[in-house]
């Protein structure tokens, strides 16, 4: 009975063995500048090796196999690196190696040629990077009560002229998404008059937060130009 029970307990390991390969092995597409792609543009592709502590183990590969990188990301989808990182050349010798902090490069990076003999380094600063506005991010800000049409519909409905008759303008609104989905630089181009312009700044600023953008997995500062029709 103790065999049959031990036979079916390792069939039954077996069974899941080729799933949990295939989890950890399934690749990434990678182009020529490592953003993502389809398998037939691929220059190279990535895998993740399994978790270590809070950070997951990526390695990215050349199509024919030979190890471009290799460091931990802070997710399991491999978006965004932190920690100590190294990149190599085709011959397999280094090329550079150094930190990343919440997926952008941080402090002192050493650098190599394909003979192995160093270059100068490149120093990182990670906190300018972070204050960049996109104008398109990989996701882009989302407004919580719909799309764009239902944004510019609640903006309509919230501005009307004082003195009761029709309006007629166009203009356009700008402003900036933040990290954490609140507007920040609330401005319109093209308003009909200063009355008219707080109203219409006012109710943009009373859709706060939106969903906030993102580029390669990390939150980014957006900035939004939405055309308003009267």
Known sequence: ????????????????????????????YLDEVLASTTSKRAKYYRVNEGQEGDLWIGKTYTVDGKLKAEGRY???????????FTFY?????????????????????????????????????????????????????????GDQRAFVRYIRERVSPLSGDRLKA???????????????????VGGASDVFNGQLVDAVKSTSPWQPGADNGRPVRVQMRVPVQF
């Not at 899941?16 to 399934?26: D, G, I, V, W, Y």
């Not at 802070?74 to 100590?84: C, F, K, N, Q, V």
């Not at 150094?98 to 160093?118: M, P, T």
């Open 1 to 28: 009975m103790r065999i049959a029970q031990t036979l079916f307990i390792v069939l039954l390991g077996s069974a899941f063995m080729p799933c949990l390969a295939q989890a950890q092995t399934e690749r990434q």
């Open 74 to 84: 802070r997710d399991a989808s491999l978006t965004i690196p932190e920690g100590a």
């Open 89 to 145: 050349h085709a011959n397999g010798k280094v090329e550079s190696h150094g930190l990343y902090k919440n997926g952008y490069k941080s402090g002192i990076w050493e650098r190599y040629d394909v003979w192995g003999q160093a270059l100068a380094e490149k120093v990182y600063d990670p906190e300018v990077l972070a204050g960049i506005v996109y104008t398109r991010a990989e996701a882009m800000p989302a407004y919580p009560g």
């Open 170 to 188: 166009d203009v356009t609104t700008s402003f900036v998404v933040e990290k954490n989905g609140e507007l920040t630089d609330v401005k319109v």
